[in-house]
């Protein structure tokens, strides 16, 4: 009774939350803050779901399934790589140098530097042996 | 009980699929349309495993892994080809 409400309960709240991260992507007024509703509540909804399946599966069927870990883990490792290549898509499509603030080096911004040359990396001299200050 | 919560839970990953198929039709900018399938497969994989829930078969999580393997993969490439006008370089 109590492993029945317990999945009830998770499979309403990953629906309400996957319902508001899908509106979200309607609602909000530009792309770097509609980013955040799938990436954030829509992901969460989806381990909500997943964590609902793994309970159904120990208590109904006695056995173990690990299948779920697995997605819920590459769903959260790939949910943030995802939302960052459509910022710097969006970066390269939408906005100029001066939008953005300075670098700090002789290189401009990675989404607005589209020479073909490799970056070179910058070296720091080593410090002084013994203890980091 | 979960009867009751697993239609609740389909109808609203269900909206959320139809919400971004209207996002991907009628979309302002490019990123947003990759944007909006990255969602609708995440929709989608949270689908697959509810209807695993409601038959009560564990069959259906590698076809979810590898629908979560493939959209990502595929929104990182659209992205990729967006940012840089070539997949692989």
Known sequence: ????????????ISGVFALVGSYGLIKLPDLMTRLHAPTKASTLGVGGALIASMLHAIVWRNEVSWHELLITLFLFLTAPITANFIAKAHMADKLKSGDLPPTGTDRDWATLDLSEEPVQPVMTPPGQPGRPS | MIAAA???????????VLICLWRVIFAPSIPDRVLALDTMVVNMIALIVIYGISIGTGLYFEAAMLFAMTGFVSSVAYAKFILRGDIIE
């Open chain 2, 6 to 16: 697993l239609t609740f839970a389909f109808a609203c990953y269900g909206i959320g």
């Open chain 1, 1 to 12: 009774m109590f492993a029945e409400i317990l999945v009830a309960a998770l499979l309403v």
